[in-house]
C-alpha cells in the first residue's frame, strides 16, 4: 500500500469508522441509546423527506426509461453487456439484498399479520394477511431499488461514458463543481454511509444465523456464538475479495441465484401451491392499486409508530446503503443501454422477491390460518427463527434449514466481499484494481462495526446506526438526478438502425 493509496478519503473515514468502533466498545449501551435518538429524530421530523424523494425517484427513471435517452449505452456506443443477463441479476440480487430478503421473506409479513399496519385493523385475521402481503411486496419492491438504479445509473454513466472515477463526488460535479474540500466530505460521507449500511445487514443476517443454528443444533442464541460467526464470515469474505471481482463474487453470486431458486421451488411445490399463486396475484394487484398511497403514507392525525419502524426505515436504509449498491450495480452494468438498465434494476429483482416473500411469507400465513400454527406469535417473540419456524411445518426441515443457513452465509459473503471492494475503491480515487490491504483494511472495520452493534443492542441498534447518514445522503441523490438530466441532454441520441437503413435506401433512389 503505498502513499498515493492513502487519500484523504480513506483517512477520513476510516479514522471516524474507527472512532465508532472504540466508542462502541467502550460504551456499547450509551452508543445504543445515541443511536436511537438519531433514530427518533430524523424519522420523527423528516420522514416526509424520505417517502416524498424515493417516490420522485420511482417518477424520474419511469420517465427516463420510456424518453428517446433510453437508448443511450452506460459505455461506448458500440460496447456491448459485460456479463451475461443471468450472471448480472445474480450480482444485482446479491448485493442488493443480500440476506435481507431471506431475513424478512417471513418475518415481515407474519409481523404485519400480527400487528397490522393500520390501527383499525386487527391482527390475525384474513384481512391482516392480505394487508401484510401487500404491504410487504410494496417494501421490496420497485421504490427501493430506485434508490440503487439512481446512483448505480449516473455512476456507471460518468465511469464507462465518460471515462471518468467512480467517485460519488465526480457525480455531482455538474451541480457543485470540482472544489476538493466538498469533494471529499462527499465521498468521506459515501463510505461512512456504506459501512453503516452494510454493517446493519451483516449483523441482520449474522442474527438470524444465529436464530437457525438454535433451531438446528440448539446452539445458543447469544452475543458469544454471534461474534463467533462474525469472525468466520470475516475470514471468508477476506478470502473471496482476495480471488478479485471475475472469480469470488462472480461465482458466488450464481451459487447464490442458484440456492435461492432450489429453495423457492422446493417450498412453492411442498407447500400451499395455489394459495402461494393466488397469494401472489392479489399481493401484485394490491400493491399496484395502493402504491401511490403506501408511498406518500403518513400518521400526522393518528399517530403510531409503525411506519417510521418500517417503511421509514426501510428507505433510509436502502439510501445508506445506495453509495455501495449503486457504485457496486454500476461496475457489473458496463454496455447496457440505460433502457435496459432500468428494466434490469427495477423489475428482475424486486419481482424475484415478490415470489419469494408470497412463497415463503404465504406458507406461514397458511399455515397460520388453516392449519392453526403459531408461527406470527413465534416471530413476535424472536424474529430471527421466523424462516426456521416454518420449516419446521414443512417435510426435510433439517435440510432446508441448513441450506438456508449456507445462502445466508453466502449472501453474506458475497455482499461484504463486494462492499470491501467498493470501499477500497471509493477510498483509491475510484481505481477499478484498488490493492489488497485498504479491501482487507475496509474488511475488518466492517465487521468489527458490526459487532459493536450487536453488542451494543442487537436488532434495535443496527436498525437504528443505519440511518445515521442516511439523510444528507438522500440530499445528494436528489442532486445526482437534476446533474443526471444535465449532462444527458448533451448527449447524442441513437438512431435505430432500422430506420437508418430505411433513410439510406430513400437516398440511393
Avoid at 424478512?104 to 384474513?126: C, I, N, R
Avoid at 434508490?147 to 471518468?164: C, E, P, S, Y
Avoid at 434449514?401 to 471509493?426: E, G, K
Amino acid at each position: 500500500m503505498n502513499k498515493q493509496m492513502l487519500t484523504p478519503v480513506f483517512i477520513i473515514s476510516a479514522i471516524v469508522v474507527t472512532i465508532l468502533v472504540i466508542i462502541g466498545a467502550i460504551n456499547p449501551s450509551g452508543f445504543g441509546a445515541v443511536a436511537t435518538q438519531l433514530f427518533n429524530f430524523t424519522t420523527i421530523n423528516f420522514g416526509w423527506f424520505y417517502l416524498l424523494s424515493v417516490f420522485m425517484f420511482v417518477l424520474f427513471l419511469a420517465a427516463l426509461a420510456i424518453s428517446k435517452y433510453g437508448k443511450i449505452r452506460l459505455g461506448p456506443p458500440d460496447s456491448r453487456p459485460e456479463y451475461p443477463f443471468f450472471t448480472w441479476i445474480g450480482m444485482l440480487f446479491s448485493a442488493g439484498f443480500g440476506a435481507g430478503l431471506v431475513f424478512w421473506g417471513v418475518a415481515e409479513p407474519m409481523s404485519h399479520y400480527f400487528k397490522t399496519p393500520f390501527q383499525g385493523l386487527e391482527g390475525q385475521t384474513d384481512e391482516a394477511a392480505r394487508v401484510a402481503m401487500g404491504y410487504a411486496f410494496f417494501h421490496w419492491g420497485i421504490s427501493q431499488w430506485s434508490v440503487f438504479a439512481i446512483v448505480g445509473m449516473m455512476i456507471a454513466f460518468l465511469q464507462f461514458r465518460k471515462n471518468k472515477n467512480g467517485l460519488v463526488s465526480t457525480a455531482v460535479e455538474p451541480v457543485l463543481g470540482k472544489n476538493k474540500t466538498v469533494k471529499t466530505i462527499i465521498d468521506s460521507l459515501a463510505v461512512i454511509a456504506t459501512v453503516m449500511g452494510i454493517a446493519t445487514s451483516l449483523g441482520l443476517g449474522i442474527l438470524q444465523m444465529n436464530g437457525g443454528l438454535k433451531a438446528v443444533f440448539d446452539v445458543p442464541n447469544s452475543i458469544t456464538i454471534q461474534l463467533i460467526i462474525t469472525f468466520c464470515l470475516l475470514v471468508l469474505y477476506l478470502l473471496s475479495s482476495s480471488s478479485g471481482l471475475n472469480k469470488g463474487i462472480k461465482w458466488l453470486s450464481n451459487i447464490n441465484l442458484g440456492l435461492c431458486l432450489v429453495l423457492l421451488a422446493f417450498v412453492f411445490i411442498a407447500g400451499p401451491t395455489v394459495f402461494i399463486l393466488n397469494g401472489f396475484t392479489l399481493g401484485i394487484g394490491d400493491y399496484i392499486t395502493n402504491f401511490v398511497q403506501y408511498s406518500l403514507r403518513l400518521t400526522p392525525y393518528e399517530g403510531g409508530d409503525w411506519l417510521r419502524e418500517w417503511t421509514i426505515f426501510y428507505w433510509a436504509w436502502v439510501i445508506a446503503w445506495s453509495p455501495f449498491v449503486g457504485a457496486f450495480v454500476a461496475r457489473v452494468s458496463r454496455g447496457r443501454t440505460i433502457r435496459e438498465f432500468i428494466f434490469g434494476v427495477l423489475v428482475v429483482p424486486p419481482a424475484i422477491a415478490c415470489l419469494w416473500i408470497a412463497t415463503f411469507g404465504g406458507t406461514a400465513l397458511n399455515s397460520d390460518l388453516n392449519h392453526g400454527t403459531k408461527i406470527a406469535e413465534a416471530v413476535n417473540n424472536d424474529v430471527t427463527v421466523a424462516l426456521f419456524e416454518t420449516y419446521s411445518h414443512l417435510p426435510m426441515t433439517g435440510i432446508m434449514s441448513l441450506l438456508s443457513i449456507l445462502l445466508i452465509a453466502t449472501f453474506l459473503i458475497t455482499s461484504a466481499d463486494s462492499a470491501t471492494y467498493i470501499l477500497a475503491s471509493m477510498t483509491s480515487n475510484g481505481d477499478l484494481t484498488p490493492a489488497l490491504p485498504i479491501k482487507i483494511i475496509w474488511g475488518v472495520l466492517m465487521a468489527a462495526i458490526a459487532a459493536v452493534l450487536l453488542v451494543a443492542g442487537g436488532l434495535n441498534a443496527l436498525q437504528t446506526a443505519s440511518l445515521v447518514s442516511a439523510l444528507p445522503f438522500t440530499v445528494i441523490i436528489i442532486i445526482f438526478v437534476y446533474a443526471f438530466t444535465k449532462i444527458i441532454r448533451q448527449e447524442p441520441v441513437p438512431e435505430r438502425r432500422l430506420k437508418s437503413e430505411r433513410d439510406k435506401q430513400k437516398r440511393s433512389s
